[in-house]
RNA sequence: CGGGGUGUAGCGCAGUUAGGAUAGCGCACCUGCUUUGGGAGCAGGGGGUCGGUGGUUCAAAUCCACUCACCCCGACCA
């Protein structure tokens, strides 16, 4: 292809909404367009490597046996009323009524289209195992879109289902696809980790992520360095810093001072972590306790996962209860229900409010002086919190979720009716398992940790073209010859976009590093009076000098060792 | 949905605090000449509902009200 006849409209400023790398250079290289908040055009060049990608995802499906079909992407409601997930996706499905006012909905995920044609025509266990897989364009109504392609409301998936008869056959489906992701991952030369994680909306037993670490990932993930251990943030169960305090009796002090953590720990001259934090919680117009290590918080989304319908208590509830202003106040002596924090489990001699303005109690021993319901993870986690496996210290990384793989279990088969005959003539519910990865993300990925200051370095699997010839100068007819005799020759084996538009050198040279094709073929007049042409290596800078006879036979060893 | 920010030419911005003449600048675009190895120079030119609606005023990009869009943080989520 001619750079003069495809559309890459290359720009030196970058609209000010971008902000990761990836999308900056998105919109620089011209790979994308915006449409509207989360929705984007591919450009030409943008789609080249989508191509790609999803050329290696079909090869490593087909490899563990998937087989390839297209689901449609509008949908009617009642499959998803059938599963439950009317509801559950809440605002992020994408609805709409056709002219007769069905209502419908694109697609934000397949779970419930497979389900349908499974029941329709699965029978029998002769029938089982089943792998199918799709590439095709999702619809999520994002709450907020961002990073461009990373979180956007349309995006390409490549999502499969597996269909088993047991746990065991499913765990098999599992294991292949964790195979073939690795492969699709490792082609796009990418090396995410593998991390526990949450199955939210899907629903299932157990799932996993793969995750590339970069800094404009909207995931958490840690990571154990002693034992390996790593999980997505949100479902970490991460231990609390170890505290050793002595035991000691109850005894009360005057604190003169604001009730906060800080202002006690500094007045008794103690660390925040010995002292217990305790806050009151209205749940279903009860009062209840929350206790605390004074060095953490409470994590309101877990509090509220765990008791439906608590909120915090104002501060007049909280005198009426306790009898004191918040900051010193606690369950001692109060005989009501107790819930305390893991992080409270080890803890001895604590400080804690004596439901008296300006007095603490010390030496609080939780297990003799309050009367504790039981022991929930609530506490937000914090820098220095510990492996569960090892009791070390874990590593807090930003990361991109590239793909997620689900052991659904039964949650859809049972809801909608999806069995077969087992070969005693038993009727079973089908095992299914869900996976997917995002097309746009791996393109996003890879430009995050694959580019210089002056732009994309493609890999040699991915790049929209294998070659770029540059024509330094377009009026010289000489070079010009030998760029079209170039072009033809290396055009037989390769993919060559070929800049022959007339502009400066210092032009083509950045924008030929911002697009990032792998290997640049320079030609100038500097190389031509002494009869040679440059070959460079985008990735590494590196220059080879060759006469033209030898160019295509320099280019193919290079590329072999891309 | 909560907090913050931004809307002026295709892109980046100034002008808005303190209302006032034809709304500016850089890049990009068009024409001509000169240039030609890391985003050229000179000369000329085109391009604007100042996000929208309503209001205040002799006069609104500028003040007021409402509204829309986009971005960032949070919440939520694959």
Known sequence: MRWSRIFIPTRKEVPKEAESVSHKLMLRAGLIEPQVSGVYTYLPLGWRVLKKIQKIMRREMDRIGAQELLMPALTPSSIWKESGRWEDYGDEMFRLKD???????????????????????????????QIWYQIQTKYRDEMRPRGAVLRARTFIMKDSYSLDQDETGLQKSFSLHEEAYRRIFSSCRLKPVEVRASSGLM????????????????????????????????????????????????????????????????????????????????????????????DYEV??????????????ATQEEVKEVAGASVGYVSPIGLNLPVIADLSIKQGLGFVSGANEDYYHYTGVDPNRDLDMKKFVDLRKFKKGDLCPECRTPVEWKNAIELGHIFKLGTKYSKAMGAYFIDENGEKKPIVMGSYGIGVERIMASVIEVSHDKNGIIWPASIAPYQILLINLNASDSKGVALCEDLYRLLGEEFEVLYDDRDERAGYKFNDADLIGIPIQIIVGSKGLKKGMIEIKNRKTGEIKKVVSKEVKEVVKKIWGNL
């Open 99 to 129: 002219r007769k006012e069905s209502e419908m909905a694109l697609a934000p995920t397949h779970e419930e289209v497979i389900t349908t044609i499974v029941r329709n025509h699965i029978r029998s266990h002769r029938s089982l195992p």
């Open 203 to 294: 629903g299932g037993s157990n799932s996993k992520e793969f995750m590339v670490i970069s800094e404009s990932g909207e995931d958490r993930i840690v990571n154990c360095p002693n034992c390996g251990y790593s999980s997505n943030l949100e479902v970490a169960n991460l231990l609390p810093t170890p505290v050793n305090f002595e035991n000691g009796k109850l005894k009360k002090v005057g604190t003169p001072v604001e009730g906060s953590v800080d202002a006690i720990s500094r007045f008794l001259n103690v660390p925040p972590s010995k002292l217990m934090k305790s806050l009151l919680y209205i749940k279903k117009d009860k009062p209840v306790w929350i206790v605390i290590r004074g």
């Open 299 to 312: 994590d309101e989304e877990k509090l509220k996962k765990e008791f439906k319908g608590i909120r915090i």
